[in-house]
Nanobody, 123 residues
Framework: QVQLVESGGGLVQAGGSLRLSCAAS????????MAWFRRAPGRERDFVAA???????YYADAVKGRFTISRDNAKNTVYLEMSSLTPEDTAVYYC?????????????????WGQGTQVTVSS
């Protein structure tokens, strides 16, 4: 079992940067593929980025080149560095985990979820 707690959200101006963190409890973090999703107002939960426990990363086209996912297995933490933010990035950001070596962009493939952290980008 893995429990996830996100932090680092807030209000930022367009063009700015923000780093989200997701702290995981449990002894199986290193063998858990981790991901970030987001839910913007009026939208479904959308995939943002994933980092498999084998070291592969995968990004949604909308954030490629602007966001970077990383993980520190010693700290049981996954990060999302976000730069060149636009108002379209405004959403609640969720951390997620799955017990598989492969990345996936599908909500249904993830069994562990955090409560989310709000990111608001002002124009």
């Amino acid at each position: 079992q893995v429990q996830l707690v996100e932090s680092g959200g807030g209000l930022v101006q367009a063009g700015g940067s923000l780093r989200l963190s997701c702290a995981a409890s449990g002894r199986t973090f290193s063998s858990t593929t981790m991901a970030w999703f987001r839910r913007a107002p009026g939208r479904e939960r959308d995939f943002v980025a994933a980092f498999s426990w084998t070291g592969d990363t995968y990004y949604a086209d909308a954030v490629k080149g602007r966001f970077t996912i990383s993980r520190d297995n010693a700290k049981n933490t996954v990060y999302l560095e976000m730069s060149s933010l636009t108002p379209e990035d405004t959403a609640v950001y969720y951390c997620a985990g799955r017990r598989s070596y492969s990345n996936s962009p599908h909500v249904r493939d993830y069994v562990y979820w955090g409560q989310g952290t709000q990111v608001t980008v002002s124009s």
